[in-house]
């Protein structure tokens, strides 16, 4: 962490024209959460994505006395074919406090309900958690590991997302109690002009509904990340370009009992519904109804529709023109068509990331 942070910070500080707003707030959110013992809640950072590189290359914003305090750095969510597809990255990803996430359009295992996001939701809450090693629901196919080899021969400390590999249960340490979570909730890379956002994926939902107690939320707005790592970029695609103007906006923290405390009041109701009818139900771990009954999937809805809102805020701090509310729809983006990737008609440009 503190390797991948120095280097992200030589580059913005040495190759680019950074301009920060709201920071000091956050590094103040950040010190009160230094001692682990005396953390109450974890915190939730949100943002738009608009390059392959916004995480880590964002984080470079830190001051240096941060980046190498890993129990008060943020935990992402990685792509399992991206990230995780040999023991080298695994290892390094892994160390990089990233969650091997599966993306439905790629694999099987993917969606709301994986290992990964109860893992993330262990994260924010008051650990440890020592029994974390929960299955994945859909049956398998033969696969073969790609994954860490399982140091713990009890597994108590590990989790696996699809039965098959093994990674560390970071949730089962006492220091990684009420930790940061990053969530880029567009779920892919979006590059337009007027800096629009896609829709926000039902991910972040589960994360504010189940994390016990409720979490810190703080709002971000990136801009000029695109501009390093475009994806029109040519020859050698990998190199991010300098020279390049970054802008980070760090919204209020916010109140999360008056933005969600109605829908978390709702959220506890029917868990404890379902639990009188079928017994106790262990942190981020559902039954049937509360994944996919009509009332669960309407206040996930809604939870994510607030936090889009909350991101679109920042984002007007900024001097965007209001945003067309269709965008905040999965059924307005089916205008793109059954190409996932590339330029759209509209002159934005999208990545699987």
Known sequence: MGAVGLLCKGFLTGF???????????????????????????????????SVMDDPILWGILPLSYMFNPDNLRWGLGSYDLCF??????????????LPTHRSAYSQFGGLFQPTITQAIRLLSRGPFLVTNELPEKPHTSLKSPDLIDPFSGGHLTFSTNGEDTFPAPSAYLSRRHSWVHIFPEGMIHQSEDRIMRYFKWGVSRLILESDPMPDIVPIFIEGFDDIMHETRTFPRFIPRPFKNVRVTFGEKLDVEEVFGDLRARWKQMRAKEEKKGGSLEVGVLNDALKYSDAAVSLRKEV?????????DVRRQRGYPEDDPKNSLASTWLREGSEREGQKEDGSITKDT
């Open 16 to 50: 680019s024209k950074v301009e920060t707003h709201g920071m000091d707030r956050f590094l103040e959110l950040l010190d009160a959460r230094e001692n682990v013992e005396e953390r109450e809640r974890g915190l939730i950072t949100v943002s738009n994505h608009i």
């Open 85 to 98: 597809t040999n023991k080298g990255l695994s290892t390094f990803f892994t160390f990089g406090q990233v």
């Open 304 to 312: 994510t529709r607030r936090v889009r809102q909350a991101v679109l």
